[in-house]
Protein backbone atom coordinates (compact mmCIF):
# COMPACT_ATOMS: atom_id res chain seq x y z
CA UNK A 1 0.00 0.00 0.00
CA UNK A 2 1.31 3.63 -1.19
CA UNK A 3 2.17 6.13 1.47
CA UNK A 4 -0.49 8.32 0.16
CA UNK A 5 -3.07 6.06 1.45
CA UNK A 6 -2.16 6.28 5.39
CA UNK A 7 -2.67 8.86 7.60
CA UNK A 8 0.76 10.06 7.91
CA UNK A 9 0.88 11.38 4.93
CA UNK A 10 -0.55 14.18 6.72
CA UNK A 11 2.92 14.81 7.68
CA UNK A 12 4.40 15.04 4.48
CA UNK A 13 6.99 18.26 3.96
CA UNK A 14 7.34 17.51 -0.19
CA UNK A 15 7.00 14.87 -2.54
CA UNK A 16 9.15 14.41 -5.69
CA UNK A 17 9.22 12.68 -8.94
CA UNK A 18 12.09 11.08 -10.50
CA UNK A 19 12.85 8.67 -13.18
CA UNK A 20 13.54 5.97 -10.82
CA UNK A 21 10.01 6.70 -9.49
CA UNK A 22 8.95 9.06 -6.35
CA UNK A 23 10.33 10.21 -3.23
CA UNK A 24 8.06 11.81 -0.12
CA UNK A 25 9.79 13.80 2.18
CA UNK A 26 9.43 13.81 5.84
CA UNK A 27 10.72 15.73 8.88
CA UNK A 28 13.31 13.28 9.42
CA UNK A 29 13.27 10.74 7.15
CA UNK A 30 12.31 9.87 3.15
CA UNK A 31 10.08 7.18 2.01
CA UNK A 32 10.67 5.98 -1.66
CA UNK A 33 8.19 4.21 -3.72
CA UNK A 34 10.60 2.83 -6.76
CA UNK A 35 8.78 2.33 -10.26
CA UNK A 36 8.11 -1.54 -11.01
CA UNK A 37 11.30 -3.20 -12.81
CA UNK A 38 13.89 -0.61 -12.54
CA UNK A 39 17.35 -1.26 -11.81
CA UNK A 40 18.65 0.83 -9.67
CA UNK A 41 23.18 1.41 -9.00
CA UNK A 42 24.91 4.30 -7.68
CA UNK A 43 24.58 5.79 -11.31
CA UNK A 44 21.26 6.53 -11.70
CA UNK A 45 20.75 7.08 -7.54
CA UNK A 46 22.35 10.54 -8.06
CA UNK A 47 18.40 12.02 -8.17
CA UNK A 48 17.50 10.91 -5.01
CA UNK A 49 21.17 11.73 -3.65
CA UNK A 50 20.74 15.18 -4.88
CA UNK A 51 17.29 15.59 -3.42
CA UNK A 52 18.25 13.71 -0.03
CA UNK A 53 21.50 16.16 0.25
CA UNK A 54 18.85 19.19 -0.56
CA UNK A 55 16.42 18.41 2.05
CA UNK A 56 18.66 16.81 4.80
CA UNK A 57 22.33 17.82 4.59
CA UNK A 58 24.64 16.89 6.61
CA UNK A 59 21.75 16.00 9.16
CA UNK A 60 21.14 12.37 10.13
CA UNK A 61 18.23 11.02 8.24
CA UNK A 62 16.19 8.00 7.40
CA UNK A 63 14.90 5.74 4.74
CA UNK A 64 12.10 3.79 4.24
CA UNK A 65 11.97 1.66 0.59
CA UNK A 66 8.08 1.21 0.38
CA UNK A 67 8.67 -2.04 -2.14
CA UNK A 68 5.11 -1.56 -3.63
CA UNK A 69 6.68 -2.81 -7.31
CA UNK A 70 9.64 -5.19 -7.63
CA UNK A 71 13.23 -3.99 -8.88
CA UNK A 72 16.37 -4.48 -7.97
CA UNK A 73 19.64 -3.07 -6.85
CA UNK A 74 22.96 -3.18 -8.10
CA UNK A 75 24.58 -5.14 -5.32
CA UNK A 76 27.87 -4.70 -6.57
CA UNK A 77 27.45 -1.30 -5.82
CA UNK A 78 26.58 -1.15 -1.97
CA UNK A 79 30.37 0.05 -1.11
CA UNK A 80 29.63 3.05 -2.89
CA UNK A 81 26.45 3.70 -1.00
CA UNK A 82 27.46 2.46 2.04
CA UNK A 83 30.55 5.61 1.63
CA UNK A 84 27.98 7.79 0.28
CA UNK A 85 25.36 8.20 2.92
CA UNK A 86 27.21 8.37 6.73
CA UNK A 87 24.39 9.79 7.84
CA UNK A 88 21.73 7.39 7.58
CA UNK A 89 20.47 6.31 10.45
CA UNK A 90 17.69 4.05 9.75
CA UNK A 91 17.14 2.15 6.63
CA UNK A 92 13.69 0.04 6.71
CA UNK A 93 12.29 -1.75 3.95
CA UNK A 94 8.70 -2.85 3.72
CA UNK A 95 8.51 -6.25 1.55
CA UNK A 96 5.03 -7.62 0.64
CA UNK A 97 6.24 -11.03 -0.45
CA UNK A 98 8.44 -13.65 1.05
CA UNK A 99 10.64 -13.46 -2.28
CA UNK A 100 11.03 -9.82 -1.66
CA UNK A 101 11.97 -10.31 2.26
CA UNK A 102 14.73 -13.01 0.90
CA UNK A 103 15.92 -10.17 -1.75
CA UNK A 104 16.58 -7.87 1.84
CA UNK A 105 18.15 -10.70 3.69
CA UNK A 106 20.80 -11.16 0.62
CA UNK A 107 21.41 -7.51 0.34
CA UNK A 108 21.45 -6.70 3.78
CA UNK A 109 24.83 -8.66 4.07
CA UNK A 110 26.48 -6.25 1.75
CA UNK A 111 25.13 -2.63 3.25
CA UNK A 112 26.46 -1.26 6.96
CA UNK A 113 23.45 0.90 7.26
CA UNK A 114 20.94 -0.31 10.16
CA UNK A 115 18.79 -1.49 8.42
CA UNK A 116 15.31 -3.99 9.27
CA UNK A 117 12.63 -5.61 6.96
CA UNK A 118 9.06 -5.18 7.78
CA UNK A 119 5.77 -6.53 6.28
CA UNK A 120 4.03 -3.04 7.52
CA UNK A 121 4.33 0.65 6.44
CA UNK A 122 3.07 2.20 10.41
CA UNK A 123 6.25 -0.98 11.86
CA UNK A 124 8.50 0.05 9.54
CA UNK A 125 7.89 4.34 10.28
CA UNK A 126 7.89 3.98 14.20
CA UNK A 127 11.16 2.23 13.79
CA UNK A 128 12.60 4.23 12.25
CA UNK A 129 11.20 7.47 13.85
CA UNK A 130 12.39 5.59 17.21
CA UNK A 131 15.96 4.81 15.99
CA UNK A 132 16.88 8.90 14.90
CA UNK A 133 15.12 9.51 18.17
CA UNK A 134 17.68 7.46 19.84
CA UNK A 135 20.53 8.67 17.55
CA UNK A 136 19.67 12.48 18.13
CA UNK A 137 19.78 11.57 21.76
CA UNK A 138 22.98 9.73 21.68
CA UNK A 139 24.42 12.99 19.67
Do not use: C
Amino acid sequence: MSIVDYSYYDKLIRQETISLGKLYFFEHFLLAEFNEGVNIGFDNFNEVKVAIEKQYGNSDFGFIANRIHSYSIIITDAPLFNEAFKNLKAYATITYSSFASKIFEMENHFFNFNRRNFSDLDEALNWVEKNLEATATLG
